[in-house]
């Protein structure tokens, strides 16, 4: 089980590779995610929304959680999935499932489309804390419609089996507020502000962009904590030509483009609504590794 002390570093929400069909390709997402997992990643994140949630069932849900339980077998990096959806009893019925599957913690995002009130939104968190297992909150207001006031994200950090937040608020409002006095630990899903965020007191990040460049991720993170803030300036700011671009279109189609290209993953096939990046994006993606091809790991 996933504790409040192992938020920290870098997580890796994985893609969900699909073959041309459409189908989940687990052939790939297994040699995937053993690649991933030859960095020193401090969490794997299955189905958030870089693993397109929004259109992965249950029943591939299952599946991809039991492939990611047998290859986490001998290693001690914690499994998170992710569960929220819109409606509460299915948020319920999908935590249930992970924590029935030995899943470490879930990911539960802010209920989207619906534009609940703060009120409705902490009744939410409350039933899937009861269910047990170790929760993440996700606040992603540009996706959801909705976002977490600061006061409703205090409530429902301190709530028993919430672990932390992952804030993707798109500002460092949230994470200095909530920091400021101590506060379960807050995770930065904002690629382009890691940096700062972990200024302003984020733990570490739960970055999509982190498919691409684990390492260099990690380095940034280590360069941060051990204080040598001009390091990790200097390796970020290196990094952000690479994450405008992975933002240009819906993520996660340009990361899916960009591994696929590089040979990490077969195809990159979306599930629609979203569609394969433009050509223009994938002319300037293609760029970019032509000039700084990825160091493929087996
Ligand atoms: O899948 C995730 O988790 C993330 N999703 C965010 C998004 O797609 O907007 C970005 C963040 O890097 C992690």
Redesign the pocket.
């Known amino acids: 089980m996933l504790t409040e002390k192992q938020i920290c570093g870098v997580y890796v929400?994985v893609v969900t590779p699909f073959n041309a069909a459409g189908e989940v390709d687990l052939d790939s997402y297994q040699r995937y995610v053993k690649s991933i997992l030859n960095n020193s990643i401090q969490g794997l994140?299955v189905n958030?929304?870089?693993?397109e949630s929004p259109t992965v069932n249950i029943n591939e849900l299952q599946l991809l959680v039991n492939a990611s339980r047998e290859l986490l077998q001998s290693s001690s990096v914690p499994l998170i999935v992710?569960t929220g959806t819109n409606d509460t009893r299915s948020t319920v019925t999908r935590t249930e499932l992970a924590a029935n599957l030995g899943a470490d913690a879930v990911?539960v995002v802010v209920p989207y489309y619906s534009r609940p009130s703060q009120e409705g939104i902490i009744a939410h968190f409350r039933k899937a804390a009861e269910v047990g297992i170790p929760v993440i909150a996700?606040d992603?207001p540009?996706?959801t419609g909705v976002g977490l006031t600061v006061d409703t994200a205090r409530t429902i950090l301190e709530m028993n089996n919430v672990v932390g937040l992952?804030d993707?608020s798109g500002s460092p409002k949230l994470v200095t507020e909530l920091t400021r006095y101590g506060s379960k630990p807050v995770l930065c899903?904002?690629?382009i502000n890691f940096f700062d965020m972990l200024g302003h007191g984020a733990a570490g990040g739960?970055?999509?962009?982190a498919n691409v460049k684990p390492a260099e991720f990690i380095q940034i993170y280590e360069y941060f904590r051990s204080g040598q803030l001009d390091l990790a300036k200097q390796a970020f700011d290196n990094l952000v030509p690479l994450i405008r671009l992975l933002f240009k279109e819906s993520?996660?189609a340009p990361i899916k483009w960009f591994l696929s290209q590089s040979g990490s993953i077969t195809s990159d096939t979306l599930r629609l609504p979203l569609t394969s990046i433009s050509q223009s994006l994938q002319e300037e993606l293609g760029l970019h590794l032509h000039q700084n091809p990825l160091a493929l790991e087996a």
């Open positions: 929400p994140v958030g929304t870089t693993g992710g990911l996700y992603i540009g996706r992952k993707c899903g904002d690629d739960m970055l999509a962009s993520n996660p």
